[in-house]
């Protein structure tokens, strides 16, 4: 059974730095994707950036592309989020996710994602 625990979120002023932790359970695939989501007050939940175990590969939404930094660290099963130049904008409850390879799917869309931890918030003030 896969279980997703973030932690790292919390309020920090316009310009500063966060970063969000998701220690992983319970994969047994040999290649998956974890993903950064993010869902604000009134919208819908979008993808922030992902990674690929083993390769290594990322991706990063347009509006975080340059300040967001997602990473890994394989020996703890841990990905991290580190958001630097954090705007208002960024404010959200901030989710883990990860899905297996499969054909077709995307990094960005929540509905391609099976597995989900129970989120962080992160408020960013002027």
């Known amino acids: 059974q896969v279980q997703l625990v973030e932690s790292g979120g919390g309020s920090v002023q316009a310009g500063g730095s966060l970063r969000l932790s998701c220690a992983a359970s319970?994969?047994?695939?040999?290649?998956?994707?974890m993903g950064w989501f993010r869902q604000a007050r009134g919208k819908e939940r979008e993808g922030v950036a992902a990674?690929?175990?083993?390769?290594?590969?990322?991706y990063y939404a347009d509006s975080v592309k340059g300040r967001f930094t997602i990473s890994r660290d394989n020996a703890k099963n841990t990905v991290y989020l580190q958001m630097n130049s954090l705007k208002l904008e960024d404010t959200a409850m901030y989710y883990c996710?990860?899905?297996?390879?499969?054909?077709?799917?995307?990094?960005?869309?929540?509905?391609?994602?099976?597995?989900w931890g129970q989120g962080t918030q992160v408020t960013v003030s002027s």
């Open positions: 990674i690929w175990t083993p390769s290594g590969n990322t």
């Open positions: 319970g994969y047994t695939y040999s290649s998956y994707l």
């Open positions: 996710a990860g899905r297996p390879s499969k054909a077709g799917a995307s990094w960005y869309d929540p509905v391609d994602f099976p597995d």
